[in-house]
């Protein structure tokens, strides 16, 4: 019974830490030189995609994230430039499980500590957005927010989970900017 509980433990440890590697990262930065509050405006310059279904999505989800911080979307001349690109890997993770610890006293000595091992193999596939944005009128980068995931093969999840991300991306977005 003990090897049995030690197992059930030992295979939860490595489900919370499979789980925990599957989580949303976001990452931002910024030039700490720009004052944010003097943009309003903002016109699309490029989305890179594989999939050309996508370039609308992620362009519908980051226009409402910068809609909810009052920013305005026009067609040409906007004072931010917006390039996004999306792309995908494949990753792979190897589980191995142990069907018991053998062990006990044999007949030459000490027999098999770790009894049999089965190992698998298990691919995915991590979609990463990039999101950046240019001053229009000098060119110079000044915020860049990334998010990355495990895709699904469904894709209203996979849309549910970009939207989670830009907001993620969005939520400390104009970081010098207190008073709006």
Not at 1 to 6: A, H
Not at 39 to 66: F, G, M
Request: glycine content about 8%; hydrophobic content about 35%.
């Amino acid at each position: 019974m003990n090897v049995l509980r030690r197992n059930l433990f030992l295979m939860g440890i490595a489900l919370l830490c499979a789980t925990a590697s599957f989580a949303q990262h976001v990452k931002t930065d910024y030039d700490r030189s720009v004052d944010f509050r003097q943009y309003k405006t903002y016109t699309w310059e490029h989305v890179h995609t594989q999939n050309p279904l996508w370039v609308d999505r992620i362009k519908a989800a980051v226009n409402s994230a910068l809609a909810a911080k009052g920013w305005t979307e026009v067609e040409s001349g906007g004072s931010v430039s917006i390039v996004g690109m999306e792309m995908t890997r494949s990753h792979q993770t190897l589980d191995t499980y142990y069907d018991g610890y053998g062990g006990g006293w044999r007949w030459r000595g000490w027999g098999n500590q770790f009894g049999e091992a089965t190992t698998t193999t298990n691919t995915y596939e991590v979609g990463t957005l990039v999101v950046d944005l240019f001053d229009s009128r000098t060119k110079s980068l000044m915020w860049r927010g990334s998010a990355s995931d495990t895709l699904s093969d469904k894709s209203d999840k996979n849309i549910r989970n970009l939207d989670k991300g830009v907001n993620k991306m969005f939520d400390s977005f104009l970081p010098n900017a207190k008073s709006q």
